[in-house]
T-cell receptor, first 114, second 115 residues
Framework: DSGVTQTPKHLITATGQRVTLRCSPRSGDLSVYWYQQSLDQGLQFLIQYYNGEERAKGNILERFSAQQFPDLHSELNLSSLELGDSALYFC?????????????FGPGTRLTVL | GESVGLHLPTLSVQEGDNSIINCAYSNSASDYFIWYKQESGKGPQFIIDIRSNMDKRQGQRVTVLLNKTVKHLSLQIAATQPGDSAVYFCAENTHNSSGAGKSTFGDGTTLTVKP
């Protein structure tokens, strides 16, 4: 158990819908990262937050957004869902916001878009 | 564009043998590299990392080698055990002016350990 929790574990929804994925980092970690893992694209970095502020951006679509709250939990919002958004979404956390800090991954949320 | 690739998608070894998993990267500006292990149904797990100012780093039963000349990274697992069976990813990091990093992952190598 990494100490990072993600809810829900599974999510099934329809195209065009909007969903919110939730992540609670390890106690004491200030940084949260979101990743998407799909069969055809592999593991891709989406976005990072550090102490409530956006820190780095990766291959995140405009239909997706995220935020980190004062209690440091984070939410990833996915809207206008398409079939291709079906994937595993992982959250990770680390103590610091720069490189060199070990990231601890949560168990993931499996999103299925029908 | 940036890409991190693994030479072999699958690797099968006998229990007790040493395993070597390879990775090629293309961004010469990458300055930090990480190996992750992902077991079925779980999230990736950090194994070992190395900075670009080093060429070798050892952990417990694992060693990472970095060859910046040919942009090659490898993970060596000594005395491979059945519990080592998993998908292994390498990741390269570049960082922006504020120090934040952006990770690019390879496709993964599935390691199977035969008893």
């Amino acid at each position: 158990d990494s100490g990072v929790t993600q809810t829900p574990k599974h999510l099934i929804t329809a195209t065009g819908q909007r969903v919110t994925l939730r992540c609670s980092p390890r106690s004491g970690d200030l940084s949260v990262y979101w990743y998407q893992q799909s069969l055809d694209q592999g593991l891709q970095f989406l976005i990072q937050y550090y102490n409530g502020e956006e820190r780095a951006k990766g291959n995140i679509l405009e239909r997706f957004s995220a935020q980190q709250f004062p209690d440091l939990h984070s939410e990833l919002n996915l809207s206008s869902l398409e079939l291709g958004d079906s994937a595993l979404y992982f959250c990770a956390s680390s103590v610091g916001g720069g490189t060199g800090y070990e990231q601890f991954f949560g168990p993931g949320t499996r999103l299925t878009v029908l | 564009g940036e890409s991190v690739g693994l030479h072999l998608p699958t690797l099968s070894v006998q229990e007790g043998d040493n395993s070597i998993i390879n990775c090629a990267y293309s961004n010469s500006a990458s300055d930090y590299f990480i190996w992750y292990k992902q077991e079925s149904g779980k999230g990736p797990q950090f194994i070992i990392d190395i900075r670009s100012n080093m060429d070798k780093r050892q952990g417990q039963r694992v060693t990472v080698l970095l060859n910046k000349t040919v942009k090659h990274l490898s993970l060596q697992i000594a005395a491979t055990q059945p519990g080592d069976s998993a998908v292994y990813f390498c990741a390269e990091n570049t960082h922006n002016s504020s120090g934040a990093g952006k990770s690019t992952f390879g496709d993964g190598t599935t390691l199977t350990v035969k008893p």
